[in-house]
């Protein structure tokens, strides 16, 4: 079992819809969590990025992290065609000497004009 | 703002050849990660520099070795190239290690004939 799981889509949607994708782990140790966007053949774009429970607020992108169920989630309100891409998750933990981010299998999304 | 440098961008090489990637990081940033992205995978990390050492070790075959030099710039060598080694390879930076923030490049697309 992958210590990271995130629902591989795909998705599509309609142009300012809500979107929610979702990431569950399993590695308690995991601190930092991060939310990427990736364009097909590009390098994957940092999003947003938070370290507790709770709910971080960036334009139309909201992150919510519960460590207590181990579940991450990103929300994009009013959704739009150019926001279709690839969304991975992306952990870690925060002990020195730990750096590598464990990604999710990414979420493929489409926002239909 | 300045982005994360890599060169190459495409690479094309055959079984047995070597290849060297190169990365420059975002100016002031201190630490490199390298990351392989097969067709359909997410990311996985590889190796990682802080300050010209060594900060962390992923899944690095013994095949490949890398360094960072005083300027910060990375390189991945890759020697004895499999079929297998065709992928993204991606180099991210960061300023400090231990951190959440690491900003990719936009990769290079090695092709192993």
């Known amino acids: 079992q992958k210590e990271v799981e995130q629902d591989p889509g795909p998705l599509s949607v309609p142009e300012g819809a809500i979107v929610s994708l979702n990431c569950t782990y399993s590695?308690?140790?995991?601190?930092?969590f991060m939310w990427y966007r990736q364009y097909s053949r590009k390098g994957p774009e940092l999003l947003m990025y938070?370290?507790?429970?709770g709910n971080k607020e960036d334009g139309r992108f909201t992150a919510q992290v519960d460590k207590s169920s181990k579940y991450i989630s990103l929300f994009i309100r009013d959704s739009q065609p150019s926001d279709s891409a690839t969304y991975l998750c992306?952990?870690?933990?925060?002990?020195?000497?730990?750096?590598?981010?464990?990604f999710g299998t990414g979420t493929r999304l489409t926002i239909i004009p | 703002a300045a982005g994360v440098i890599q060169s190459p961008r495409h690479l094309i090489k055959e079984k047995r050849e070597t290849a060297t990637l190169k990365c420059y990081p975002i100016?002031?940033?201190?630490?490199v990660y390298w990351y392989q992205q097969g067709p359909g995978q997410d990311p996985q990390f590889l190796i990682s520099?802080?300050?010209?050492?060594?900060?962390d070790k992923g899944s690095i075959p013994d095949r490949f070795s890398a360094q960072q030099f005083s300027d910060y710039h990375s390189e991945l060598n890759m020697s004895s190239l499999e079929l297998g080694d065709s992928a993204l390879y991606f180099c991210?930076?960061?300023?400090?290690?231990?951190?959440?923030?690491?900003?990719f490049g936009p990769g290079t697309r090695l092709l192993v004939l």
């Open positions: 991210a930076s960061s300023s400090g290690t231990g951190v959440e923030t690491q900003y």
């Open positions: 590695n308690s140790a995991f601190q930092y």
């Open positions: 938070t370290y507790s429970s």
């Open positions: 992306a952990m870690k933990g925060s002990n020195f000497g730990n750096e590598k981010l464990t």
């Open positions: 100016p002031r940033h201190d630490t």
């Open positions: 520099f802080y300050e010209k050492m060594q900060s």
